[in-house]
């Protein structure tokens, strides 16, 4: 399976569209500063429309990308853990719904993300190579993941202290953030031709790379 395919360009344009939408979507939550409800909002809302789209359009790849982001963000909560628990520089609203120290959507916040990126890094591993795309990650990521901090923090989902910011983005959480999408595209360039029980093997490898990749940017630059 290339890029190039008419039902390739038809999944792309539709990503994309779900992609523009969200951050839409976290703008406006950014800007009414609705809080945690809102997340829940975001978080269920968008990784449903991405699960409800693959079974309409019976699209297999996306089917497969959707188990392994939705695996890997339950996997990130031993990262979220770690930094709420062990840094405390990572604070929630009091009152949500709790999966331990996260909030109940955080898989699925993290899923849409996944969703999101990893599909721009899959698409690219096809136009050039694995490792110009892994690295074309690394700086999308750093980018575009602090960009939905911001807003979320802005939006009074969740907030940091007691650590180096930049527009009140923790410097390492937007390194943490480009590190830990290197892998992605290779993962999902496996997870394509991947039975279930290798993608959940390759989505718990990614949770495992988060919780390094905050370990490595925490002791770094935290």
């Given amino acids: 399976m ?51 789209v693959a079974l309409v359009t019976k699209d297999g790849l996306l089917l497969r990308f959707f188990l392994f982001c939705i695996i890997a963000g339950f996997a990130e909560l031993a990262s979220d853990a770690w930094l709420v628990k062990y840094t405390e520089t990572l604070t929630y609203p009091p009152g949500e719904p709790m999966i331990l120290y996260s909030p109940a959507y955080m898989p699925f916040s993290w899923t849409v993300v996944l969703m999101e990126v990893g599909y721009i890094g899959w698409l ?42 930049i527009f009140k983005v923790p410097r390492y959480v937007i390194l943490a953030e480009g590190l830990l999408m290197i892998t992605v595209p290779y993962m999902l360039r496996k997870v394509e031709l991947s039975k279930p029980a290798g993608i959940v093997l390759w989505a718990l490898i990614e949770g495992v790379v988060m919780l390094v990749a905050c370990f490595v940017a925490y002791g770094l630059v935290g």
């Fill in 124 to 165: 690219l591993s096809y136009r050039w190579n694995i490792a110009k795309a892994s690295l074309a990650l690394l700086l999308f990521g750093a980018v575009l993941v602090p960009l939905y901090e911001t807003w979320a923090i802005h939006a009074g989902w969740w907030s940091y202290h007691d650590t180096p910011t």
């Fill in 2 to 52: 290339t890029p190039f395919q008419p039902e390739t360009k038809k999944r792309t344009w539709l990503v994309l569209g779900i992609m523009a939408l969200s951050i839409i979507a976290l703008i406006i939550d950014s800007v009414q500063q609705k809080g945690w409800i809102s997340a829940g909002q975001w978080g269920y809302g968008f990784s449903g429309l991405f699960l409800v």
